[in-house]
């Protein structure tokens, strides 16, 4: 065996989906990394479309962007949230990149006159989606499996992946399946049948799982850990239980450490690691835990019932919250219940708002009235991409008094755009990857919010968005109180939008959700959150003091 080698780890699911196949990976990911170990992560999506740019967010989730402006699976954000390794558009391929990509070459002549098929066509390009990751110096690829196994489309890349020891040798490859053990309430029973059922159609397929993590809802025990290992063909202690965790998904690799799973795979795959660095991270649980404080933050959006379309900004609020210790309540509010029953009936009492990123014009007049409640009423605010653009809506209606202000995604005949296409995008009208998308650097206005945040004078942030702040309007903004506090390198594209006059008023192009970390907050989600527990605790002073005047008196 080459002892340089990368390592593969495959992860799969079954019995069900939405088993936190993702978060499981991204631990493991955590885990081998605070082993020393040089580790990069990738998800392979069975479903057709060449990637979730164009997917409804009610069917799919949040879009996650990567530096390189690839748009990609919600779960690669938890991949960046958990670990360190570069991510870009080879960490996430579906069925309909790798097809693409094989129909080109056919269409080249690459195959030379050949029947293409499947086998060996499709799962040669899968396999060299995934062994391309294994470059010299990374210690371990770990690549993610979407869907549940027994899922039509799913069958080649399972059948890439069964193939893989083969060319590589078994030695180097690692297998893990997650499953769910459900308990009965009826039989007052834990239930391994699925999970046995489940590896039994891993093992038709040719796919020996190495190792089992089970999810519970409680903990079952080994008795139960023990008959999966008979049923299933898996050592004892190689069936690990990753029961749902009581406070926060940051617990989850701690948990898998209590049962031993980072020893079980440096052993497996003969890792040459270094000793476990939890204790940084042990100290963060701990304060995720037991916070001291609490505040509620409404997040007024779209897809509001859909809990995956906001996924990496309720992450980021609650890293900030982990930083104040301070337990972060979000009510979600959808915008159109809000232009319903009116911004006061369901803002009243919150400590922040924030408006976050979307597309369409729905629900965008509650968003704008939630923006002009906050901005009266002195609320923290943060506005995110389409949030940033309804504040200067906002603000151009009520402030500068320009009436029917709009952006020209909303109404093309609006008498004042001040949210209009950018000029890159007035000629395209084909719909996956088009937009301004990815990283770019933003220069900081000093004696900012925005700047005192960052300490910094330039930064860089992702982007996903066709619109911009109209740059005509920009005097009219900045000499009634709208302040610039971030724009491009070359002056014209307005980033940062801040109210001077405000405890805290700062909205953003971009989407900062996409760069903060457990550990390391994100400095505008640090700040509002920080602005938001300022006037909570502020509002319980003035409560309690008249109570403190009569027991002063009394
Ligand atoms: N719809 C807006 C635009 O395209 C905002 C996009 C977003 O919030 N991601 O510019």
């Known amino acids: 065996m080459d002892g340089d080698m990368s390592r ?61 402006g690839s748009e990609t699976d919600l779960d690669l954000g938890h991949y960046e949230r958990f670990t360190s390794g570069e991510l870009n558009r080879r960490s996430n391929y579906t069925t309909g990149q790798i097809y693409s990509s094989v129909i080109d070459k056919e269409r080249r002549g690459v195959y030379l006159g050949r029947t293409v098929q499947v086998v060996p066509h499709i799962t040669d390009e899968i396999k060299a989606a995934i062994l391309g990751l294994g470059e010299p110096g990374v210690d371990v690829v770990i690549t993610e499996l979407g869907g549940t196994v027994g899922d039509i489309e799913g069958l080649p890349f399972l059948e890439a992946i069964r193939q893989i020891p083969l060319d590589i040798g078994k030695e180097n490859c690692l297998f893990i399946h997650l499953t769910l053990v459900p308990y009965l309430k009826a039989a007052r029973e834990a239930k391994t049948k699925p999970t046995q059922h489940s590896v039994q159609q891993l093992r038709e397929i040719g796919i020996q799982p190495d190792i ?55 052993q497996k795959l003969s890792l040459k690691s270094g000793p476990l660095n939890m204790e940084d991270y042990r100290d963060l649980v701990h304060r995720i835990r037991n916070p001291q404080n609490e505040v509620t933050i409404a997040v007024v959006g779209k897809y509001i019932e859909h809990r995956d379309a906001y996924k990496s900004i309720y992450e980021s609020l609650d890293h900030a919250g982990f930083h104040h210790s301070t337990q972060i309540h979000v009510k979600r509010i959808e915008a159109e219940e809000l232009e319903r029953q009116g911004p006061e009936m369901v803002l009243k009492g919150v400590d922040g708002v924030l408006v976050p990123g979307g597309f369409g014009m729905r629900g965008i007049e509650g968003k704008i009235q939630a923006i002009q409640y906050a901005r009266q009423s002195e609320t923290p605010f943060f506005g995110i991409c389409l949030g940033m653009q309804c504040a200067v809506i906002e603000f151009a209606r009520n402030v500068l ?154």
């Not at 079952?220 to 898996?234: M, P, Q, S, Y």
């Not at 926060?248 to 980072?262: A, F, R």
């Open 401 to 554: 008094d320009l009436k029917d202000a709009n952006s020209t995604e909303f109404a093309a005949d609006t008498p004042h755009p001040v949210i209009c296409l950018l000029e890159g995008q007035k000629t395209i009208n084909r719909k996956g990857g088009t937009m301004r998308l990815g990283a770019q650097p933003c220069v900081l206005v000093p004696d900012t919010r925005a700047a005192r945040a960052y300490a910094s004078a330039e930064i860089s942030e992702r982007h996903r968005h066709r619109y911009e702040f109209n740059p005509e309007y920009r005097k009219e903004f900045v000499q009634s109180g709208m302040r610039i506090a971030g724009t491009s390198p070359d002056g014209t594209l307005v980033e940062i939008v801040e109210l001077a006059a405000h405890p805290w008023f700062v909205a953003v192009q971009y989407h900062p959700e996409f760069k903060s970390k457990p550990n390391i907050p994100h400095p505008l989600f640090r700040d509002f959150v920080q602005a938001c527990l300022q006037r909570r605790l502020g509002r319980a002073v003035a409560i309690s003091a008249p109570g403190d005047s009569i027991r002063a008196q009394g």
């Open 212 to 266: 089992l993590i089970v999810r519970t809802e409680r903990p079952i025990g080994r008795e139960h850990t023990d008959k999966i290992a008979l049923f299933c063909n898996v050592e004892k202690k190689a069936v690990i239980e990753e029961v749902d965790k009581e406070f926060s998904i940051y617990e989850v690799p701690v948990g898998l450490v209590e049962h031993g799973l980072d020893e079980l795979i440096c």
């Open 8 to 68: 593969h780890i495959f992860v799969t699911g079954g019995v069900v989906s939405s088993l936190g196949k993702g978060l499981t990976s991204a631990s493991i990911g955590m885990l081998l990394e605070r082993r020393g170990l040089k580790v990069r992560m990738q998800k392979l999506d069975p479903y057709l479309n060449v990637d979730p740019g164009t997917m409804s967010p009610y069917q799919h989730g949040e879009v996650y962007v990567l530096d390189d």
